[in-house]
């Protein structure tokens, strides 16, 4: 019996629906300098939301929960937490690094429309453990997929997102009233923005640059390298445009 040979692939996008996925994926950005002030509409805050509880989750256990921080008070007291563990981050840096560190703006807490902190709950038996028995560490990972959910759905809705890692933990859990076996996986600043930049901030300020795709591919095993086919797939997607 010869197998019949699939030559389209009759569940993928229109172009312009594939162009629009790419383009949230490539022109997302973690934004902290560019905060306008204007309210974020509860309708688009909703779906932001929403797009982000429809991440993958192992086991459908669906771990996470969000806190919408709109109260200036609880806000002022997140940015208070910011600035003392600010502070000691600098300490790690010297030199002209150091003066660039001093130099990026690293948070956005009080100027942002709102506030969304994401926590995982890894003790729940929603997904009766499914996936979890090997790899219990998955339930952070499902979080982490809902956060890069909330960014593309955010970046479609032409609002802005900044990560804020640097906070004293034990702070926020009593500012935020947080128990204590649920885990803290981020901190977001959301609102909508004057510009999104072409490429990462860090990047155009001299911090770190993007490696190539290319630099990251293994091939069967780890550290097993082949030069010319990594490059023949990381020129593919540049000449195609990124999938754009």
């Given at each position: 019996?010869?197998?019949?040979?699939?030559?389209?692939?009759?569940?993928?996008?229109?172009?312009?629906?594939?162009?629009?996925?790419y383009?949230?994926?490539?022109?997302?950005?973690d934004?902290?300098?560019?905060?306008?002030?204007?309210?974020?509409?509860?309708?688009?805050?909703?779906?932001?939301l929403?797009?982000?509880?429809?991440?993958?989750?192992?086991?459908?256990?669906?771990?996470?929960?969000?806190?919408?921080?709109?109260?200036?008070?609880?806000?002022?007291?997140?940015?208070?937490?910011?600035?003392?563990?600010?502070?000691?981050?600098?300490?790690?840096?010297?030199?002209?690094r150091?003066?660039l560190?001093?130099?990026?703006?690293?948070?956005?807490?009080v100027?942002?429309?709102?506030?969304?902190?994401?926590t995982?709950d890894?003790?729940?038996?929603?997904?009766?453990?499914?996936?979890?028995?090997?790899?219990?560490?998955?339930?952070?990972?499902?979080?982490?997929?809902?956060?890069?959910?909330?960014?593309?759905?955010?970046?479609?809705?032409?609002?802005?997102?900044?990560?804020?890692?640097?906070?004293d933990?034990?702070?926020?859990?009593?500012?935020?009233?947080?128990?204590?076996?649920v885990?803290?996986?981020?901190?977001?600043c959301?609102?909508?923005?004057?510009?999104?930049?072409?490429?990462?901030?860090?990047?155009?300020?001299?911090?770190?640059?993007?490696?190539?795709?290319?630099?990251?591919?293994?091939?069967?095993?780890?550290?097993v390298?082949?030069?010319a086919?990594a490059?023949?797939?990381?020129?593919?997607?540049?000449?195609?445009?990124?999938?754009?």
């Amino acid at each position: 019996m010869v197998a019949r040979m699939v030559t389209a692939a009759p569940h993928r996008f229109s172009d312009e629906q594939r162009h629009g996925v790419y383009r949230a994926i490539y022109e997302r950005r973690d934004i902290r300098s560019r905060f306008v002030p204007e309210p974020l509409p509860d309708d688009v805050l909703s779906r932001i939301l929403d797009a982000a509880h429809h991440a993958p989750s192992v086991g459908l256990m669906q771990p996470w929960e969000f806190i919408v921080i709109a109260d200036a008070g609880v806000r002022g007291g997140v940015r208070e937490a910011f600035d003392a563990a600010n502070r000691r981050a600098a300490g790690a840096y010297v030199g002209e690094r150091r003066d660039l560190y001093d130099r990026l703006k690293l948070e956005a807490i009080v100027e942002s429309a709102v506030n969304v902190c994401v926590t995982c709950d890894p003790t729940i038996v929603r997904g009766h453990g499914l996936g979890r028995q090997t790899m219990p560490e998955t339930a952070l990972y499902s979080t982490v997929c809902a956060i890069q959910n909330c960014w593309l759905a955010a970046r479609a809705e032409g609002v802005g997102v900044g990560w804020i890692s640097i906070l004293d933990l034990d702070a926020i859990r009593r500012i935020l009233a947080i128990p204590t076996h649920v885990v803290v996986v981020g901190y977001l600043c959301l609102g909508y923005v004057s510009a999104f930049d072409p490429e990462p901030e860090l990047a155009t300020r001299g911090w770190e640059d993007r490696v190539p795709l290319a630099e990251k591919l293994h091939f069967d095993r780890y550290g097993v390298a082949d030069a010319a086919r990594a490059h023949a797939l990381a020129q593919l997607s540049e000449t195609a445009g990124r999938g754009r």
